[in-house]
């Protein structure tokens, strides 16, 4: 199982949307809808934000959503805030017991 | 509240040993799968290994960079978790996080520790 694709940076102002990919083959993200996202601020634990591609866990705000397109998941943020700033990781399962993680995207907020 | 807390990380010399251990609360514990993931040093999350519930007989599964070295096992007594670390080398210098599957879908991690550092140097 190879990782999930990521872009290695995104950035956008206060205010603004982004999205960030996560590119799979047809072994894992095309085929199951079981891709989850984490947050991560520096020196923290990963927080799960949405999981079965498009669920926010409660507490989760409605700012971040998720959808899927073929082998290809993305993680939106709309009304970007400072708070935002931190690193997201994929991860899709596979067809094994666990998912396989992404590389990881970091969201500078300018 | 769920919670994870992880310990017994440190500097090891390459080819020694470690035990970390994690101590679970706030859930039935003996219900869940539990894994351990590592993340190297401003490097990406890597799934080291999982064991299931005593429905599934303990079994455990691990990733191929660790296997033969690295046992993990559970005391649901004791609501812990443990990750038994032989041939250490330096590339397994990383935080491990000991992590929560969710009871309705195995393949989703919903909770996570805090991490435990070990550094596996001379």
């Known amino acids: 199982q190879s990782a999930l694709t990521q872009p290695a940076s995104v950035s956008g102002s206060p205010g603004q949307s982004i999205t960030i990919s996560c590119t799979g083959t047809?072994?894992?993200?095309?085929?199951?809808?079981?891709v989850s996202w984490y947050q991560q601020h520096p020196g923290k634990a990963p927080k799960l934000m949405i999981y079965e591609v498009s669920k926010r866990p409660s507490g989760v705000s409605n700012r971040f959503s998720g959808s899927k397109s073929g082998n290809t998941a993305s993680l939106t943020i709309s009304g970007l805030q400072a708070e935002d700033e931190a690193d997201y990781y994929c991860c899709s399962y596979a067809g094994s017991s666990t998912c396989v993680f992404g590389g990881g995207t970091k969201l500078t907020v300018l | 509240e769920v919670q994870l807390v992880e310990s017994g990380g440190g500097l090891v010399q390459p080819g020694g040993s470690l035990r970390l251990s994690c101590a679970a609360s706030g859930f039935t514990f003996s219900d869940h799968y539990m894994d351990w993931v590592r993340q190297a040093p401003g490097k990406g999350l890597e799934w080291v290994g999982r064991?299931?519930?005593?429905?599934?007989?303990?079994?455990?599964e691990y990733a191929a960079s660790v296997k033969g070295r690295f046992t993990i096992s559970r005391d649901d007594s004791k609501n812990s978790l443990y990750l038994q670390m032989n041939s250490l080398k330096t590339e397994d210098t990383a935080v491990y996080y000991c992590?929560?599957?969710?009871?309705?879908?195995?393949?989703?991690?919903?909770?996570w520790g805090q991490g435990t550092l070990v550094t596996v140097s001379s």
């Open positions: 064991t299931r519930n005593k429905a599934n007989s303990y079994t455990t």
């Open positions: 992590a929560r599957a969710s009871y309705y879908d195995s393949s989703l991690i919903d909770y």
């Open positions: 047809s072994s894992d993200v095309g085929s199951y809808n079981l």
